[in-house]
């Protein structure tokens, strides 16, 4: 049984900044195919941002909600992009979820986990087959809750959504986009991999290897 406190969010958000720094320019390459070449600089900035802001916590004096909602601050504060209120909103929904709790079960995480994918969805409105990020976090949010329903522990639970992911990633090559700017090429937008689902892959992955450590 996993037990999570607020020293082991910040080390995650750690992890999953550090992630994004390395995929950075991968994630703009893929951008610059059907967007503007930016998300890669988009989500390094957030979670470097989102990272400095809940390391600055009192891991004594705070609970875990306070790590998602001060990342879900840092992360609109410090992104201008669509990805910026999408993820500000995923962490205050795991931040909610957990609210009022001292540490986390493996329970709390994989629901926190399914209320990030929700308030992504919430917040940006599209839907299955759009070719967003929403195409890797709603396969990944299922994989989850299902693996946690056959009695799987949270670091399984995450290494079944991140395969979820990264196939539901790997599935938006064929779609053409209908949401955000990618849109405006239609058609043309099949054959590329959405970056959004791509950095999705990224932090779901970071999630997993620092879990399984
Ligand atoms: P911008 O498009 O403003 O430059 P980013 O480059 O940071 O923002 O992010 C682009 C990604 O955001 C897309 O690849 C897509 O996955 C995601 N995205 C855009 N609009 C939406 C939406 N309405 N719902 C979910 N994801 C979206
Ligand atoms: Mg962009």
Redesign the pocket.
């Known amino acids: 049984m996993t037990e999570i406190n607020v020293e082991t969010l910040q080390r995650m958000f750690a992890a999953i900044a550090n992630a994004m720094a390395k995929e950075k320019d991968r994630l703009c390459e893929l951008?610059g195919v059907i967007?503007?070449a930016?998300?890669g600089i988009?989500?390094e900035l957030g979670f470097s941002a989102a990272s400095k802001a809940v390391a600055a916590l009192e891991a004594g004096s705070n609970e875990p909600s306070a790590v998602f909602n001060t990342a879900a601050k840092a992360f609109l504060n410090a992104?201008g992009?669509?990805?910026?209120p999408?993820y500000a909103t995923a962490f205050m929904r795991a931040g909610a979820a957990v609210k009022g709790k001292g540490v986390l079960s493996d329970d709390d995480l994989v629901e926190a986990f399914i209320a990030m994918a929700k308030g992504?969805?919430d917040?940006?409105?599209?839907e299955l087959g759009e070719?967003?990020?929403?195409d890797a976090w709603i396969p990944a949010a299922q994989a989850c809750h299902a693996a946690r329903a056959a009695g799987a522990g949270w670091s399984e639970c995450l290494g079944a959504a991140l395969q979820a992911a990264t196939k539901g990633a790997e599935d938006t090559k064929a779609m053409v986009a209908t949401?955000?700017?990618?849109s405006r090429l239609g058609e043309r937008s099949i054959g590329h991999m959405?970056?959004?689902?791509a950095s999705a892959v990224v932090l779901i992955g970071a999630m997993a290897e620092y879990f399984e450590g």
């Open positions: 951008d967007g503007d930016d998300h988009a989500m992104v992009a669509s990805s910026g999408l992504i969805q917040r940006g409105k599209a070719k967003t990020m929403i949401k955000g700017r990618s959405d970056p959004g689902a």
